[in-house]
C-alpha cells in the first residue's frame, strides 16, 4: 500500500516545504486509479484547490471539491475520483506529538472539555473566514521566491492546530485533538472499526494503537475475547454480507472492499460461515 506521506516528501515533483516531521505540500496531481487505498503515518489536513474526490470509511463517504477541507487521521485511507482533469490540494502533514505538544501547551486549549464521541477517520471542516484565510495565506508561500523560514513554518503549523481547538466551528476535532493530547492509551474499537475494510498487517494495527506488536495482542484478546485474526475475518464477512444485501457491487468489488486479499480466499470463507457462495446468497435475496 502507498505511503503517501514519504512519497510526497521523496518527489521531487511536489513543492513542499518541512520542518522535523511537518510538512506542506501543493499536490497537483490527477487520481489515475479509482479507488485508491494508500497510507500514512502522520494525520493531515486537505484543502481541495482544484478537482474533487470521494472518501470512503465503514461509516460513511465524504465528497471534498474546491474550498472544502478535511482532517484526515492517520492510518488507511480510501479515495475514489469524481471529476477528470486535474487533482490539486494543499496538504498539510503533521503527528500526533505536534498536536499534542501545541494542546498542552496553550491554556485556553486546556479548557476544552471533550464530548468522549469517537470520530470517523476522516473529519470534514467548516471553514470560517479565518480558516479560509489561513489556508490561501500558506498558499502564497509556494509562489513567493524564497520559502518561509523554519520558525515561521512552525508558528503556522501552531496557528492551525489553535485556530481550530480554540474556536467554535469544529468542536468534534477540537474534542479529538484534546483527547488525543490526553489520553494515555488509544482505545482498540475504533481503530479496528475504521481499519477493518483495509489488508493491513497486525503490526499496522499495532502502530495505530500505539502499542507493540505483543502488547496489541495481548490487550486485544482482554478487549475483545478472541484473536484480532479471527475478529478481522469474522468482520470482514459480516460486511461483506451487508454489501450484497445493500449494493450491486460485483463479487470482485465485495473483495476489495471488505478486505479481502484475494477473490478465491473470500468466496471459501464466506461459504465456510454462511453455508452459500456469495453469488448464491445473492441470489436468493434477489427470488425473495
Not at 76 to 86: D, P
Not at 226 to 243: C, D, I, Q
Request: glycine share 4%.
Amino acid at each position: 500500500m502507498l505511503n503517501f506521506y514519504d512519497y510526497l516528501k521523496t518527489n521531487r515533483a511536489f513543492r513542499k516545504f518541512e520542518v522535523d516531521e511537518l510538512l506542506f505540500s501543493a499536490y497537483d496531481c490527477p487520481l489515475e486509479e479509482s479507488p485508491l487505498d494508500y497510507w500514512v503515518d502522520k494525520n493531515y489536513f486537505c484543502y481541495i484547490i482544484r478537482g474533487g474526490a470521494r472518501w470512503k470509511t465503514p461509516k460513511n463517504e465524504y465528497t471534498l471539491q474546491v474550498g472544502d477541507a478535511a482532517f484526515l487521521k492517520k492510518g488507511a485511507h480510501r479515495v475514489f475520483k469524481i471529476l477528470t482533469g486535474e487533482f490539486c490540494a494543499l496538504l498539510i502533514f503533521t503527528p500526533d506529538s505536534f498536536i499534542k505538544s501545541v494542546v498542552k501547551d496553550d491554556i485556553r486549549i486546556n479548557q476544552v472539555r471533550s464530548l468522549g464521541k469517537e470520530v470517523d477517520s476522516v473529519i470534514p471542516l467548516f471553514l470560517s473566514q479565518s480558516l479560509h484565510d489561513y489556508f490561501h495565506s500558506v498558499l502564497n508561500f509556494f509562489s513567493e521566491s524564497l520559502p518561509p523560514s523554519k520558525s515561521l513554518l512552525k508558528i503556522k503549523f501552531k496557528e492551525l492546530i489553535v485556530n481550530l481547538v480554540t474556536g467554535t466551528h469544529n468542536p468534534q476535532l477540537a474534542n479529538y485533538f484534546t483527547e488525543l493530547s490526553y489520553s494515555s492509551k488509544k482505545a482498540l474499537e475504533p481503530i479496528m472499526e475504521e481499519h477493518f475494510i483495509f489488508n493491513l498487517k497486525l503490526r499496522d494495527f499495532a502502530y495505530l494503537s500505539g502499542r507493540s506488536l505483543a502488547t496489541f495482542k495481548r490487550d486485544f484478546m482482554k478487549s475483545f475475547n478472541t484473536s484480532p485474526g479471527k475478529w478481522l475475518k469474522n468482520k470482514r464477512l459480516e460486511y461483506s454480507k451487508f454489501l450484497l444485501e445493500t449494493t450491486e457491487l460485483n463479487i470482485g468489488e465485495i473483495t476489495l472492499e471488505s478486505g479481502f486479499e484475494n477473490t478465491s480466499h473470500f468466496i471459501r470463507v464466506f461459504k465456510e460461515k454462511y453455508d452459500h457462495s456469495p453469488l448464491k446468497l445473492r441470489k436468493s435475496l434477489q427470488i425473495n
